[in-house]
């Protein structure tokens, strides 16, 4: 058996299943309906949503004391079941918009700024 394969297998399916637990148990954010935060996270006051023509924008931050790579391994694995193309590690498509998710982990409790734009 090739050891470090079936560990990165092993390690890829505990972050799905904490993945899949945080899905369930988690909440959605205020202003984007259909985003939901992993287990852990809690959304801040102060997001904000702007409609135009165009499209919308939106902004908002969640904070807890999760580690940046569960808050991205989260994101992998939900994001595309909800029809959101992965761009980068920060960053999905969906119709015409982008959402960028920029993490802050040099402090804690560790920082989410979710923001979309028109593309």
């Known amino acids: 058996m090739n050891c470090p394969r079936f ?3 092993v390690g890829l399916g505990a972050l799905l299943l904490a993945a899949g637990a945080a899905l369930a148990a988690g909440e959605f954010l205020a ?3 259909d985003l939901s935060l992993p287990a ?3 959304e801040q006051p102060g997001g904000m949503l702007f409609e135009s023509p ?13 580690g940046a790579a569960e ?8 994001l595309p079941q909800l029809g959101w193309e992965r761009l980068d590690d920060a960053a999905f498509r969906r119709d015409k918009e982008v959402l960028h998710i920029d993490i802050e982990d040099k402090k804690r409790p560790l920082s ?3 923001s979309v734009v028109p593309q």
Request: proline share 0%; aromatic share 10%; glycine share 10%.
């Open 71 to 78: 808050v991205r391994a989260f994101y992998a694995a939900t």
């Open 7 to 9: 560990l990165s297998v």
């Open 112 to 114: 989410v700024h979710f």
């Open 54 to 66: 165009t499209g919308r924008i939106v902004e908002a931050v969640a904070t807890g004391n999760l």
């Open 31 to 33: 202003e984007l309906e």
């Open 40 to 42: 852990g996270l809690t």
